[in-house]
């Protein structure tokens, strides 16, 4: 698992991704600047019949099968949804990362129990081992840091470890797990550690996309299409990867995003400043981590401030700021119809979206 790899592999891994993103979005313009739409259309039905065998894909299906410890997943398991790791026992990891609602939450940013209203929406945890960074502005670089900084963070779960460890100490049934799964029983490293082996078991493989990676007749000619525009306008520049994303940061509007709302809060000095928070580097700002989309369908609304409600939406949106283009509604369609094969299996059954509740 990437969270796992020596850090020379993690950065040559990484520059692989960005020279094989960086491949097809030059192939993108050599088409935008070449040929016309109609022409665009012919490329992508001659390629229609399977995976391009002129050319490595861009994203590659996730493994089909689990490897992390069965022991430290029940116990991280356990962990996650329990509300002791929360200071007033009112949350735990699943009160925003919901498995009815594609490991989010369903709403446009997060929101605590008691109403207060976080500042970004929530990422999905499904595929989370295969990112390279964590949070939207990829403050956290391993699945242990991210999770003690959402336990610590006074905003959020508000915890401290040594009332976190009393308490868990205090349930004979937590000892006894940690100390079959650890030498040294339950401490806060191993209480880190099963989280994050919990964490990389939940993957979503054998979606329709990866099957028709695998060489399987899984789509159809309107989604063939749709990942053909994906590939040609650039989008896998960004959107790559055994994940489909969450290994690179850009910036959010390349191109202006002409949002009012968004210029009013650039105005007010409200707008999120992204990776800037963190570096501190002026190059950072309104710069986010590139998220995954697998399983994108189930996870509106979309971007960093949920203010894409549909998929449509989002299309067209990461298509005017992010490339320039403006798609017409068929584009959209079929780009949308292709992003829906995305949609994987957790523990052998597909995923779907809860119905919407009232908000």
Known sequence: MPARMPIKQRVETKRGLLLLGLLWLLEALVLSAGVGHSARFAVASQQQAGPDAAM????EPLPLTD??????????ERLFGDVRLSRDQSMSCLTCHQFDRGGA?????????????LSRNTPTIFNVGFNYFFNWDGSADTLETHAERLMLNPNVMDANWPELLERLRADSSYSAAFKA?????????????????????????????DQYLRRQEALTEAERRGYQLFKSYGCVACHQGINIGGNIFQRFGIFPYLSASTEA???????????????????????FRVPSLRNVALTAPYFHDGKAATL????????????????TPEEI???????????????????????????
């Not at 298509?319 to 798609?327: F, I, P, S, W």
């Not at 995305?342 to 009232?358: D, M, Q, V, W």
């Open 105 to 117: 939450d369903g709403l446009p940013v997060a929101k605590r129990p008691d109403g207060t209203v």
């Open 265 to 287: 809060d650039e105005a007010s000095g409200l707008a999120d400043p992204g990776r800037f928070q963190v570096t501190r580097i002026e190059r950072d700002r309104y710069v």
């Open 312 to 327: 449509e939406a989002a299309v067209d949106t990461m298509a005017r700021v992010q490339l320039g283009k403006t798609l």
């Open 56 to 59: 490595p894909e861009p994203i």
């Open 333 to 359: 369609g079929s780009i949308v119809s292709f992003l829906h094969t995305l949609t994987g299996e957790y523990r052998g059954r597909p995923l779907a979206a809860s119905a919407p509740e009232p908000r």
């Open 181 to 209: 799964a650890y030498a040294d029983g339950l401490n806060k490293a191993n209480v880190l550690d099963a989280m994050a082996a919990y964490e990389r078991s939940l993957n979503t493989p054998n979606s329709r996309f």
């Open 67 to 76: 490897t992390e410890n069965p022991a430290k997943t029940a116990l991280g």
